[in-house]
């Protein structure tokens, strides 16, 4: 009885919190729409990130950037700013030199970019075609004294065709309308299915490889079917960068599926066919240790100060351009963010810290491994006096799009709140509250172990079809004003989030508790 009554105090404390005083200060508001909108940064800082750094490949690309933005945050007076360990990851590496091209039947230089961790060819080789037509691990045995010196191509079932649709695409009102009644858990069946056959798939590349490997081949050739017009889609094998495995001597490129399809023609139809391949590329072993970028705005209120509102996004990129919308977008928005909070001389209640997450392409890395240090008892499975004090969580890593919203991660009680934070910006466009989760990227790390964290809802112009994880994906595929109101939109939750009297209520808490 005690106990329903407390319940009921709770709750209806709770419920009031909701209310009014949830709607934000309209004066800072204005001020960061004048900073975010009209003195903006964030082209110069990714500007910085992309032409100027270059890619950003868990190592010495993604280190250079990492100090980069580490003196940045500094300059701007942000406090506290270093290189955190999050713990071991492997060894970096970079590509030196590449290069592949048809000799005969006559000359035609490939689209082509080494995956990463590939090996490389030591020089300048000639090497003829091995077309193999099998998709059975067992059959592949069969082929083991044919590889010397070969470059392997294997069969692919599938071909192209022109594409109908527009490359960039935004929400539309039925689109968001959609999103505002969908809660469903993020991974379906289909999803499952896609996750296996890529399974099935990485299994038979493995095994192909280091029997190529073992019998002195020189070289292997894959590509997939969006890797069309010019766009190839690269990643790379990480299990060689683990710490004391080998380097993998064999150069392991990506091409283009046009390329890919007309030597795979030839090869079948019997035509002898001349590859010449140089490809370089190098190891690091110096320190193999993976690092996160922290930097802190140190709160103002005595009882608050010691409570954290994090925002962050993922520093590290693939290699094949220059990760611009994947995800030197997000990350260039976070500093904006922290940049016009610091600007403008606002104190914020609570510490506001800015993360930017390495090891993220490979697993989420960085960001798993700070939440598990800083905010979770390693013996109890609890939170952590610091995961007591987290306020919230906000992620950018949807590519250059303007934000549209936020997804609250089955989150219920903190819609109404986002709902009065987004109030001001309906007339930038962002207004749907999505009650389902978002997944892939840094925030899954703080949600899927109870802490608030989110992830904000962004139009996909060309994400999926031209810039993530592709040889394009570089400063001119980025749209400065999408950037812009982007940074303008997180400045203001994350400063709402670090003045607001209670913490972002935690989904189990949400029926019970007054956080
Ligand atoms: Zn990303």
Not at 152 to 164: D, E, R
Not at 183 to 188: E, N
Not at 479 to 493: G, N, P, R, Y
Request: proline share 4%.
């Amino acid at each position: 009885m005690k106990r329903q009554l407390l319940l009921c105090l709770l709750t209806g404390f709770s419920l009031a919190s909701f209310g009014q005083k949830d709607k934000p200060d309209l004066t800072v508001v204005k001020k960061i729409r004048e900073e975010g909108l009209n003195r903006s940064k964030v082209m110069e800082t990714a500007f910085y990130l992309t032409d100027v750094n270059g890619p950003r490949l868990q190592g010495p690309g993604f280190m250079k950037a990492a100090n980069w933005s580490k003196n940045k945050l500094t300059e701007w007076g942000l406090q506290n700013a270093r290189l955190e360990p999050w713990g071991e990851w492997g060894k970096g590496w970079e590509i030196e030199r590449s290069y592949i091209a048809m000799t005969a039947p006559y000359y035609k230089t490939l689209i082509a970019v080494p995956r990463a961790w590939s090996g490389g060819t030591d020089k300048l080789q000639q090497a003829e075609i091995l077309y193999i037509d099998e998709s059975d691990t067992t059959a592949l045995e069969g082929y083991r004294d044919k590889l010397k010196n070969k470059v392997i191509l294997i069969h692919q079932p599938f071909a192209i065709s022109p594409s109908f649709n527009p490359d960039a695409r935004r929400f539309t009102a039925e689109d968001l309308a959609k999103m505002e009644k969908d809660d469903s858990a993020p991974r379906d069946s289909s999803y499952r299915s896609l996750i296996q056959a890529m399974r099935t798939r990485n299994a038979f590349n493995q095994k192909m490889r280091k029997l190529a490997k073992q019998g002195g081949a020189l070289a292997i050739l894959n590509t997939s079917q969006l890797s069309k017009d010019g766009t190839l889609f690269v990643s790379g094998d990480f299990a060689n960068a683990a710490s004391g495995t080998a380097h993998d001597d064999l150069a392991d490129l990506t091409i283009s599926v046009e390329d890919y399809l007309s030597l795979s023609r030839l090869a079948k139809a019997g035509v002898p066919v001349k590859l010449e391949l140089d490809v370089k590329t190098r190891f690091f072993t110096t320190d193999t240790k993976g690092y996160n970028v922290i930097a802190e705005i140190p709160g103002s209120d005595p009882k608050l100060k010691e409570e954290v509102v994090m925002l962050g996004a993922h520093l590290d990129s693939w290699h094949a351009a220059t990760g611009a919308t994947d995800n030197a977008a997000g990350c260039s928005v976070m500093m904006e963010a922290v940049r016009i909070l610091k600007t403008l001389g606002l104190k914020p209640r609570r510490t506001i810290r800015i993360a930017l997450w390495s090891g993220e392409e490979q697993g989420l890395h960085g960001s798993k491994n700070y939440v598990a240090k800083h905010f979770i008892d390693p013996n109890t499975r609890k939170f952590t006096k610091e995961g007591e004090q987290l306020a919230a969580y906000f992620n950018v890593d949807n590519g250059t799009g303007k934000i549209r919203g936020i997804y609250l991660q089955n989150n219920t009680a903190a819609g109404p709140i986002f709902a009065q934070w987004l109030e001001p910006f309906h007339d930038l466009g962002a207004t749907t509250i999505a009650p389902k989760s978002s997944g892939g990227t840094d925030h899954v790390s703080f949600d899927r172990v109870g802490l608030a964290g989110f992830g904000f809802i962004q139009d996909g112009i060309e994400y999926s079809t031209r810039t993530h994880h592709t040889n394009m994906d570089t400063y001119d595929h980025l749209i400065a004003d999408d950037l812009k109101q982007a940074s303008t939109i997180v400045a203001s939750f994350v400063y709402n989030a670090a003045m607001r009297d209670q913490k972002i209520p935690l989904k189990k808490e949400t029926a019970e508790s007054g956080r």
